[in-house]
């Protein structure tokens, strides 16, 4: 069994930081690609940013130049750190990944959501 825990986050005034993270535990052979996604009420789940095994990235226009995601495959842990945060930016962040287990079984996963508040 694999699972993704999330932690860092909480409510911030626009224009502050913060920085999640999410560490895989379990039966992993390899983490895949990584990714951050985002959910706000009565809204799709949409992908914030994405990072290879190797640490090409790609990032959703709206956080384009505020946000970073980084990966320590060592740790199992992607991180992403969000500056310059907008009232817009308030949402329930999943990380994800894709994951070869030690059975080589390949599937996603998905961590259990963390609040983010930014107040205006």
């Known amino acids: 069994q694999v699972q993704l825990v999330e932690s860092g986050g909480g409510l911030v005034q626009a224009g502050g930081s913060l920085r999640l993270s999410c560490a895989a535990t379990?039966?992993?052979?390899?983490?895949?690609?990584m990714g951050w996604y985002r959910q706000c009420p009565g809204k799709q789940r949409e992908l914030v940013a994405g990072i290879t095994r190797d640490g090409s990235t790609n990032y959703a226009d709206s956080v384009k130049g505020r946000f970073t995601i980084s990966r320590d495959n060592a740790k199992n842990t992607v991180y992403l750190q969000m500056n310059s945060l907008k009232p817009e930016d308030t949402a329930v962040y999943y990380c994800?990944?894709?994951?070869?287990?030690?059975?080589?079984?390949?599937?996603?996963?998905w961590g259990q959501g963390s609040q983010v508040t930014v107040s205006s």
């Open positions: 379990g039966s992993i052979f390899r983490l895949n690609d």
């Open positions: 994800n990944a894709n994951v070869k287990n030690i059975n080589w079984k390949v599937f996603d996963v």
